[in-house]
T-cell receptor
Framework: KAGVTQTPRYLIKTRGQQVTLSCSPISGHRSVSWYQQTPGQGLQFLFEYFSETQRNKGNFPGRFSGRQFSNSRSEMNVSTLELGDSALYLC??????????????FGPGTRLTVL | GENVEQHPSTLSVQEGDSAVIKCTYSDSASNYFPWYKQELGKRPQLIIDIRSNVGEKKDQRIAVTLNKTAKHFSLHITETQPEDSAVYFCAAIPDTGGFKTIFGAGTRLFVKA
């Protein structure tokens, strides 16, 4: 099975712009989570989608949003970019059952640089 | 809010020694505790996990222990090897109301040959 893929791998934007990141989960995985990784803050949970529904959201401003499509592919959007949004954005998919969390498989990440 | 504290932030050991990383969580609803290893420039990968109905789990040189009463769980690596050098993240996840994964800040492990 192909692993989790993310596009693009690298992105450079300027303050005020918006950006859309894409994540394709492992075939059959219906749960997709997004994380922001920075050297100082580790892995911060952004949100989790399951069957096109956002089930949980982390403590990020409303500029961060996402969605999931019927094929489980997910996109994350950040509007009005700020310098502090520079980070590695990781998505992870899992088979996640309704009542039990399970292993998450991470993508390679999208490295976003905001100038 | 939910929080996972992880200690130490950096750990340096001699090859062959043991390494222990400890985590404390705050959300009493947490009942799934995975550990991920992230090598430099690579994506995090699960190395071991434990559920709250189990106190200890072992997989070769790696073991995890859980004290649900104290809200503590620990990763133990025995007979460390240079390839164990990486950043290790613990996480705590509740099984109810969606799976909001809260990660610890990470421990950078150096294994000196």
């Amino acid at each position: 099975k192909a692993g989790v893929t993310q596009t693009p791998r690298y992105l450079i934007k300027t303050r005020g712009q918006q950006v859309t990141l894409s994540c394709s989960p492992i075939s059959g995985h219906r749960s997709v989570s997004w994380y922001q990784q920075t050297p100082g803050q580790g892995l911060q949970f952004l949100f989790e989608y399951f069957s096109e529904t956002q089930r949980n959201k982390g403590n990020f401003p409303g500029r961060f949003s996402g969605r999931q499509f019927s094929n489980s592919r997910s996109e994350m959007n950040v509007s009005t970019l700020e310098l502090g949004d520079s980070a590695l954005y990781l998505c992870a998919s899992s088979t996640r059952q309704v009542t039990a969390a399970s292993e998450q498989f991470f993508g390679p990440g999208t490295r976003l640089t905001v100038l | 809010g939910e929080n996972v504290e992880q200690h130490p932030s950096t750990l340096s050991v001699q090859e062959g020694d043991s390494a222990v990383i400890k985590c404390t969580y705050s959300d009493s609803a947490s009942n799934y505790f995975p550990w991920y290893k992230q090598e430099l420039g690579k994506r995090p990968q699960l190395i071991i996990d434990i559920r709250s109905n189990v106190g200890e789990k072992k997989d070769q040189r790696i073991a995890v222990t859980l004290n649900k009463t104290a809200k503590h769980f620990s990763l133990h690596i025995t007979e460390t090897q240079p390839e164990d050098s990486a950043v290790y993240f613990c996480a705590a996840i509740p099984d109810t109301g969606g799976f909001k994964t809260i990660f610890g800040a990470g421990t950078r492990l150096f294994v000196k040959a």
